[in-house]
């Protein structure tokens, strides 16, 4: 991928509080753990808040999406670990936005 069309990816914007996957392996997003937006989101990475299943806090600061191009490469990032959205937050924001996944509006 090119640096032009790096610079074209947008990272989806998540909202403090919202749900996330986050994954300590950033190539193939294995093993994703339930994690909360811990801060106001960057223009490029988020601040991840996890929990292990003991209830250990972690903060996972600089987390890249997992879909950012940027993440090509060798930056240093592979430790920062990568994020999705959560199905039940895809679900809440598509419902939100008003796009139909085919179901047909009540109102």
Do not use: C
Not at 6 to 31: C, E, H, Q, Y
Not at 53 to 65: D, K, Q
């Amino acid at each position: 991928m090119s640096t032009v069309e790096a610079k074209k990816w947008t990272m989806p914007v998540p909202k403090i509080g919202d749900v996330v996957l986050f994954s300590s392996d950033w190539r193939t997003f294995k093993n994703p753990q339930i994690g909360f937006v811990a801060s106001e989101p960057g223009d490029t990475t988020i601040s991840i808040l996890t929990f292990s299943p003991a209830g250990f806090a972690t903060v996972h600061n600089s987390a890249h999406h997992k879909d950012d191009p940027a993440l090509q490469g060798d930056h240093g990032w592979e430790d920062l670990g990568a994020w999705d959205f959560a199905p039940i937050t895809k679900t809440y924001r598509e419902l939100s936005s008003g796009v139909s996944s085919g179901r047909k509006s009540t109102k």
